[in-house]
């Protein structure tokens, strides 16, 4: 989080994320999972969802869709409304009920799905047993794509410089950063630059940059500027909250740089778009 925040806002704590437990993977691939798209990808980024669905089903996986899926409830519940927030969440509960893997595109949502729905249902011992059976088979995809599919990417693009950006949640709940950094270190025409703001939010936040909008807005003038400076042709991210932001500012700015999501990119360089 940036220093600006924690200046701006006198009751703020840094808080260290919890220790866990290394995470157990399967040993094979599955023959299908759900992906939820989150609604960010669903509105603003289809495209990205759809590289997603790709890059799976070119491992061989089945790509189940729940049409009636929706927000994680994340907005909901990081804004105090737990009641609305839990809502959202049983509905979304509902809807994947096989016992496939639930694949997301995005660090942020997946972490409300593996570790805040508990909160949610901590008082209803019925639904909490689904939801910690639900936690258990969450992965964002880049995660999935390492761990699971253990894919092994041959780059068939340009050479190219690329700075990563990673949201505050998807870092510090997911580890969503090391592994994009390891997906795109596979890709042998591609060079990850490092940017002075790199662990640093870009201001989004969700609905904190609706209601603070001057700290959201001094945020991720940091973010970009800190990109800029770091001689990347093209910014990477794996949320498209933090995307839409990020190129919001950057249009604003009259600047050429943008930011691509993940699975696009992947998909993108290792032969998809042909």
């Not at 691939?29 to 669905?53: H, N, Q, S, W």
Request: hydrophobic letters at 35%; one cysteine or more.
């Amino acid at each position: 989080m940036s220093e600006l925040f924690y200046n701006a806002v006198p009751n703020a704590t840094r808080v260290a994320p919890p220790l866990r437990e290394p995470r157990h993977y399967p040993r094979q691939k599955p023959a299908r999972v759900y992906l939820f798209g989150t609604c960010v990808v669903d509105l603003f980024y289809p495209e990205a969802g759809m590289d997603a669905i790709h890059l799976l089903e070119r491992e061989g996986i089945r790509v189940e869709y729940p049409q009636g899926q929706s927000c994680c409830g994340q907005p909901a519940y990081t804004s105090g409304y737990t009641d609305q927030a839990r809502d959202v969440a049983r509905a979304q509960l509902a809807l994947f009920a096989e016992d496939y893997p639930v694949v997301v595109p995005s660090g942020s949502c997946a972490g409300m799905l593996r570790e805040h729905y508990a909160d949610l249902f901590k008082d209803e011992p019925a639904v909490l047993e689904k939801v910690q059976a639900l936690a258990e088979r969450t992965y964002e995809l880049a995660e999935f794509l390492l761990n699971v599919c253990h894919v092994q990417f041959k780059d068939s693009g340009e050479p190219v410089k690329v700075a990563l950006h990673t949201s505050c949640s998807a870092r510090r709940e997911m580890n969503t950063h090391l592994h994009g950094r390891a997906l795109l270190a596979q890709l042998g025409n591609v060079e990850r630059v490092e940017h002075s703001h790199e662990s640093e939010c870009c201001g989004f936040g969700g609905t904190f940059s609706v209601r603070m909008p001057d700290i959201s807005g001094a945020m991720v003038a940091d973010k970009t500027r800190a990109l800029k400076e770091s001689g990347a042709h093209q910014v990477i991210s794996a949320d498209c909250g933090c995307l839409m932001n990020i190129n919001g500012a950057f249009e604003k700015q009259q600047q050429a740089l943008r930011g691509t999501h993940l699975a696009s990119f992947l998909w993108q360089r290792t032969g998809g778009g042909q």
